[in-house]
């Protein structure tokens, strides 16, 4: 263990460890005290930290998880919210997240028939998930990891997710289609010639869109979204740069207005203020600008920026950034804890608004380490081209 991040290595490991064993079959929780349940995407994007871990306790209740994920898959390949559940279902990004995790796992173990019929399954439920049959995915709002907020169509962090399960999986041919569509412009004239496929690359921005179905779209710049793209090489690495760049110079106008208070982004911005058009009532009570799925600080997602910046080649600044991500994860609603682990933080002053000791804050904490002290992202590198 590097002595530079040995403390807040060891206090990850001690949230992981602590969450390892929940109240619901046994499997791991996903927050400390205030998420008992077995939370499918938080573990599965979870897995990256530990595996990387090399902690045989972790690894196994990784292994736990996909188990129970594949006894309680629907017979058509679905994969429930909830890996104790079978009735916990509708979630777009479950599946392509345990096709991930559980290749990782097989690779990380080697461990390689594990559950090779769930992920048949599950490949073969992606597939029907192309409305038109091109390739790309849809998804129906508040389906996916923000279940407060309207993503609809062809969303980006969804199709990331996609592209990177067909990569692992070896399905070579419907990955570089599935990129290629990526990677085809937004309609923005108000018509869509039947000929050409609306894609999620912005005309004039360097980002990527935060989804888009044929004449509508949404350009705010979704960070979870455009770090998978950037690790999983559906971004070039030239593009990549680009995005990085855009990211830092907003970031900077950003606190410079009052909007920011760390050095760090946001999960989405600009902000949905109450009077733009994609607003929703329901923002009101869950969204406000700054806070949850509205542009909220959350260390799991910032933990995969600083991956992206390291695939990108700014180690550097990925340094940085984990300097800065390491003190965003002081502070706790419990004032006894060292390290809060919290879920969220507001953006404008970076209060705790979360659950402490989460998980998946915890082991993005150790894969954003892994990157930086390796100056690589395990089980992504193999993905990009670059």
Request: negative net charge.
């Amino acid at each position: 263990m590097s002595d530079t991040y040995a403390e807040i290595k060891q206090s990850a490991l001690d949230v992981l460890l602590h969450n390892a064993h929940g109240d619901h079959a046994g499997l791991p929780r996903v927050a400390g005290w205030g998420y008992p349940e077995p939370y499918t995407r938080d573990l599965m994007i979870a897995s990256l930290g530990m595996l990387v871990s090399g902690n045989g306790v972790l690894i196994d209740s990784l292994r736990r998880v996909l188990a129970a994920l594949a006894t309680n898959q629907t017979p058509l390949g679905l994969m429930p919210g909830l890996a104790h559940d079978p009735r916990d279902l509708g979630s777009s990004d479950t599946t392509p997240l345990f096709l991930i995790g559980l290749a990782l796992y097989r690779e990380f173990t080697g461990e390689a028939d594990f559950l090779t019929e769930a992920a048949v399954k599950a490949l073969t439920w992606l597939q029907y998930q192309s409305p038109d049959g091109s390739g790309l995915i849809a998804q129906q709002p508040t389906s996916d990891w923000r279940d407060e907020q309207w993503v609809l169509g062809y969303g980006l962090f969804v199709n990331t997710l996609t592209y990177t399960a067909l990569r692992l999986w070896q399905r070579d041919a419907e990955a570089d289609r599935l990129r290629d569509l990526i990677n085809q412009p937004i309609v923005r004239a108000g018509w869509k010639d039947a000929h050409v496929h609306e894609g999620l690359a912005i005309p004039d921005k360097p980002y990527y869109a935060l989804w888009a179905y044929k004449v509508h779209s949404s350009e705010r710049f979704d960070l979870i979204g455009n770090c998978w793209a950037i690790l999983a090489g559906v971004a070039t690495k030239e593009k990549a740069n680009a995005i990085i760049n855009w990211v830092e110079a907003e970031c900077a106008a950003m606190r410079g207005r009052g909007e920011l208070a760390v050095d760090l982004p946001p999960c989405l911005f600009p902000y949905i203020q109450p009077t733009d058009p994609d607003w929703h009532p329901r923002y009101a009570q869950f969204n406000l600008p700054g806070e949850y799925h509205n542009g909220g600080l959350w260390p799991f997602g910032i933990g995969l920026y600083i991956a992206a910046l390291v695939a990108a080649g700014r180690v550097e600044l990925a340094r940085a950034k984990l300097v800065a991500l390491i003190e965003l994860l002081r502070p706790a609603q419990n004032s006894q804890l060292e390290f809060g682990f919290n879920e969220w933080l507001r953006a404008q002053d970076g209060a705790v608004r979360g659950q402490d000791w989460q998980t998946w804050s915890a082991a993005l904490l150790l894969y954003a380490v892994a990157a930086v002290e390796t100056g690589s992202t395990p089980g992504f590198d193999r993905l990009r081209s670059w």
